[in-house]
């Protein structure tokens, strides 16, 4: 059983950064792929960014590819999204979640992902 906690999140100008950290509690961290999901008012959970658990590989949304970046740091069971140049519509709920899969890759479907955080609010102002 994993526990996922969120920070990070904040009300920022477009065009400005913010970090998020997702915490997992549990056991083996590393072998989890990790992911970075979205919700905004009204809309569907949307996938953002994803960190292989094998091999190192990225996975990003069109909508925030060049200017995002998930990373994962397995000595500290954290995992990182970065986000630069925010825009207005970047404004959601941000979610952490792990799959325990194993799979090859990385899946940008919600109902793969076997544990969620809390999630963390993004609010990007125009």
């Known amino acids: 059983q994993l526990q996922l906690v969120e920070s990070g999140g904040g009300l920022v100008q477009a065009g400005g950064s913010l970090r998020l950290s997702c915490v997992v509690s549990g056991h083996m961290f590393s072998m989890f792929t990790m992911g970075w999901f979205r919700q905004a008012p009204g809309k569907e959970r949307e996938f953002v960014a994803a960190?292989?658990?094998?091999?190192?590989?990225?996975y990003y949304a069109d909508s925030v590819k060049g200017r995002f970046t998930i990373s994962r740091d397995n000595s500290k069971s954290t995992v990182y999204l970065q986000m630069n140049s925010l825009k207005p519509e970047d404004t959601a709920v941000y979610y952490c979640a792990a799959d325990g899969s194993r799979r090859r890759g990385a899946t940008m479907n919600a109902g793969d992902y076997d544990y969620w955080g809390q999630g963390t609010q993004v609010t990007v102002s125009s």
């Open positions: 960190f292989s658990w094998i091999g190192g590989n990225e």
